[in-house]
């Protein structure tokens, strides 16, 4: 059982930065692999990035790539998604998730856990 909450949503303008964090808890947490979806008012929840159990392997969707940054730190239970340049369409609610599988799979099915998830606005 993994339990995951997300917090560093906020407003932002166009252009600027926001941070993510997961924390996690269970004792399995460090072989999970963890992903960040977000969904957008009227739209589908969709991936925007993961990353593996250690840490070595991420994936982004292409919308965010150059732009935001996956990480996770498994001494302090923790996963991140730090975001740059950010745009208007980037505004939505963002969710941690964790997949017990190894592949870092972009399909909200395969993961196992979710966390409650974090509003994050980018105005124009």
């Known amino acids: 059982q993994v339990q995951l909450v997300e917090s560093g949503g906020g407003l932002v303008q166009a252009g600027g930065s926001l941070r993510l964090s997961c924390a996690a808890s269970g004792r399995t947490y460090s072989t999970y692999t963890l992903g960040w979806f977000r969904r957008a008012s009227g739209k589908e929840r969709e991936f925007v990035a993961g990353?593996?159990?250690?840490?070595?392997?991420?994936y982004y969707t292409d919308s965010v790539k150059g732009r935001f940054t996956v990480s996770r730190d498994n001494a302090k239970n923790t996963v991140s998604l730090q975001m740059n340049s950010l745009k208007p369409e980037d505004t939505a609610v963002y969710y941690c998730a964790a997949d017990s599988g190894t592949v870092i799979s972009s399909l909200d099915n395969d993961y196992d856990y979710w966390g409650q998830g974090t509003q994050v606005t980018v105005s124009a």
């Open positions: 990353v593996n159990w250690s840490g070595s392997r991420k």
